[in-house]
């Protein structure tokens, strides 16, 4: 079936073949569902959000896949574990998740691949993006209001070979370990902050602190609460001692026990002088003691969700965030450099 387009007074008694949608100031929305049966008092709320014409069910006219169909068919295609797809008015299809706490993974390469296609839009939530039970995380559009059958059958083939595209997966990595640095602190001359910090970064994943040790600037002490973390972590986040100062050991203390040290220096403002290594399969965060300043955004909201998931940054991908990497919120928070 394909629409035929008459003016608003010939709709009259017809069904319509798509959602009729009002955008003011206020709203945005279908004001009429599609196979609404147009009633007299219509015409003049279609003319009034600016439908003087419109497009009405043709049983004689032509095959195609109608939008409502198409784009379900196409989600349930691309949605992966932890989600489930839901029909919205104006022809979209929402995948949403099932997954309360959970983290969306997106397989870029594959969306690339079905948009570049034409006809079909597919948007998602960003990856490593943290959601909720019934979030959206993704949502499928058709660009045309009917898609010709064969075209239609293409473009599932194609996303089936490229399938999951969007998917929802909990955390695996939850057990954490932390080392809170300075001599200050370890004397009880500062407050810890930063303990409180970190337990709020991870609390938002279900993560837990399973041994925390405060040290003071000692690179053997330093080295030996982090050995002991190490043994019952699955990620350990030591704080402070990061930079250039004569006493900051911490940054030299991850090196010594690491098996591989993917980077020292992140080029992320806040926190650029943090450190992703590796001892084995544990991962260990060094960070510094700015978190206490920048507590609401720090480098520890980039690096966790993937870690948590149990995946691996590459020195690459670290590198790349130089490109916008200084935040509105370090700015914010340096308002002295302005």
Partial sequence: MTPRLVRAEEAIGHRLAHDITMITKDFKGAIFRRGHVVKTEDVEILKRSGHYYVLIEDESKGEGIHEDEAVTS?????????????????????????????????????????????????????????????DIVGIVDLIPLFID????????????????????????????????????????????????????????????????YVVPDDFNKIKKALLSCIRVSDIVIATGGMSVDPTDYTHKAIASVATEVIIYGIPVKPSTMSMLAYKGSKVIIGIPGSIVYFREWNILDILLPKLLLGEKWTRNELLELAHGGISDYFLSKKKNWR
């Fill in 74 to 134: 196409l989600a349930r295609v691309i949605a992966g574990s932890g989600t489930y797809v839901v029909s919205a008015e104006e022809g979209k299809a929402l995948i949403r998740s099932s997954i309360e706490r959970g983290i969306v993974k997106v397989n870029v390469k594959g969306l690339n691949i079905i948009n570049s296609l034409g006809d079909f839009i597919i948007t998602t939530r960003k990856s490593y993006t943290l959601v909720n039970k019934d």
């Fill in 149 to 212: 059958s064969e075209k239609y059958e293409k473009v599932l083939e194609r996303a089936r070979i490229v399938a999951p595209i969007v998917e929802v997966k909990k955390p695996i990595k939850t057990k954490i370990g932390l080392v809170v640095t300075g001599t200050e602190i370890y004397e009880g001359i500062t407050k810890d902050e930063a303990t409180s910090v970190v337990k709020s970064k991870i609390k938002m994943y279900g993560a837990e602190i399973v041994r925390r």
